[in-house]
């Protein structure tokens, strides 16, 4: 097919009006898919830096911080009131009509560092759990004492050719079944981790741990790891920038902020069931020795079929995770790219291919580089940067405050029209300053941390 044909072809349907079909399901299905992913694998350590008091009531702290923001933020799904009929169906889009361009240009910064670091924080547990399966098998054959050491870089690259071809899919409402499967998959490994730490602690006869958490030399040591415990689990957590962009998948009526909040409730209390039982049960099974990532570090080294499974199931729950915080750049990128080169055919074109064995479909040259550009580059940081805890840590810190508490609270006021010094004005504005503490000393712990283990 020609590319003047492709083009017509492809530019009818967009003047429709969009279908949207999205049900409280699949919307939990689309949380559940962005939030257990690479954070729930630390929580054991984050939970064995804080001790038995601290790291279950944090989680519990975080998951009720969460609801709260995302109720705030389904509010602003349509604007300028709940009634209206106009949607805004991205954060970017919400922070721009509720707060102007300039707090958009600022905002759109930490999104898309977000975004793209969760994409690189997904390359690197990917290939770890992949390297655990091989380690796994190793141990198994030669014994728990052999070194059974391999790199990851093989593995991020291998990753990284799977989520080019992945990358394909054109947007959110074209993958639903991706987040389903990545949902089910997140269900088994959390399962499995949650029984392998049950059973490791009834086979030690008892609970170990403490009150205060791993132990070190100094008060400094302990106060870095603490920091860094704060970032993991903050970035166990938020998904405010994908959340307008799966409310605007859903259908109504019921009205979209209903559904949604729903969802994020059913979600997040599922999701912190699964944080509390592996997070706690892994620290009552290993006490200071929790490694870092649970299925990974090698507490556990049989039944090795059961361990290579979750692994499994990681690496394809990455696959469906990796695309749920890649295509709100995509959309942006894409979208920017038509308004300003709209008689571009290297943009607007679509062409038909058909592979033999596989069903035809539509191939757009820019979509295609952009987003192989993205996903190399992805994966190149990632095998720089190698680092899980880390990484996990900086990230959730860096973006917990900005993008899960203040612009939420920002539009929600103007919305709302709160005004100065009203009561919810105070509380929502304490609330915000608390959040904004917790996420300046979890940076620092977590850069400290990053800093340490490159030059270790």
Avoid at 54 to 72: E, Q, R, Y
Avoid at 74 to 88: A, E, G, K, L, Q
Avoid at 125 to 146: D, M
Avoid at 413 to 434: D, N
Wanted: proline content about 5%; overall charge positive.
């Amino acid at each position: 097919m020609g590319g003047g044909e492709a083009a017509e072809d492809q530019q009818l349907p967009l003047l429709q009006p969009l279908k949207r079909t999205g049900t409280i399901w699949t919307a939990i299905a689309h949380i559940i898919t962005g939030v257990i992913g690479a954070g729930v694998l630390s929580l054991a350590w984050s939970v064995a830096q804080l001790g038995w008091v601290a790291g279950p009531l944090l989680m519990i702290v975080f998951a009720s911080v969460t609801i709260l923001s995302n109720n705030l933020l389904s509010d602003c799904y349509r604007f300028p009131d709940s009634d209206s009929p106009t949607r805004v169906g991205s954060y970017l889009e919400a922070v721009k009509v509720y707060l102007g361009e300039k707090s958009q240009t600022v905002c759109a910064i930490f999104v898309h560092e977000s975004l793209y670091g969760c994409g690189i924080a997904y390359v690197i547990t990917a290939a770890s759990s992949i390297k655990a399966i091989q380690r796994s098998n190793c141990y198994h054959k030669e014994g728990h004492e052999a070194s059974c050491q391999y790199g990851t870089g093989l593995y991020m690259m291998l990753f990284g050719l799977v989520q080019i071809v992945v990358s394909q899919i054109p947007d959110f409402h074209n993958m639903k079944w991706l987040s389903v499967v990545a949902a089910i998959m997140s269900f088994a490994y959390s399962f499995i981790g949650l029984g392998l730490g049950i059973a490791k602690s009834i086979e030690n006869g008892r609970i170990q741990g403490s009150l205060a958490g791993v132990p070190t030399s100094n008060v400094a040591d302990k106060l870095w790891l603490v920091f860094q415990a704060l970032g993991d689990i903050a970035f166990a957590y938020p998904y405010s920038i994908i959340l307008l962009e799966i409310q605007d998948t859903l259908k109504s009526p019921p009205p979209e902020n209903q559904t949604m909040k729903k969802a994020s409730m059913i979600a997040i209390f599922v999701t912190t069931f699964f944080y509390l039982c592996c997070g706690c049960f892994g620290y009552a099974a290993f006490g200071n020795d929790t490694p870092g990532n649970l299925l990974t570090g090698f507490g556990f080294y049989e039944p090795y079929w059961l361990i290579d499974f979750a692994n499994a199931c990681i690496v394809l729950h990455l696959v469906g995770g990796y695309q749920v915080y890649s295509q709100p750049v995509f959309a942006v990128a894409e979208r920017w790219s038509r308004k300003k080169y709209p008689n571009s055919g290297f943009v607007n074109n679509f062409y038909s291919i058909k592979i033999p064995l596989l069903p035809r479909f539509q191939v757009n040259p820019f979509r295609l580089c952009f987003r192989t550009v993205y996903v190399v580059s992805t994966t190149a940081i990632a095998m720089i940067f190698p680092y899980f805890n880390q990484v996990l840590g900086v990230l959730g810190a860096l973006n917990f405050w900005p993008l899960a508490i203040y612009f939420p609270v920002e539009m929600y006021f103007v919305q709302k029209k709160i005004g100065a010094w009203t009561k919810k004005w105070i509380v929502l504005r304490t609330f915000s300053l608390v959040c904004f503490l917790v996420t300046v000393v979890g940076v620092i712990g977590s850069v400290e941390g990053l800093i340490s283990a490159k030059l270790s």
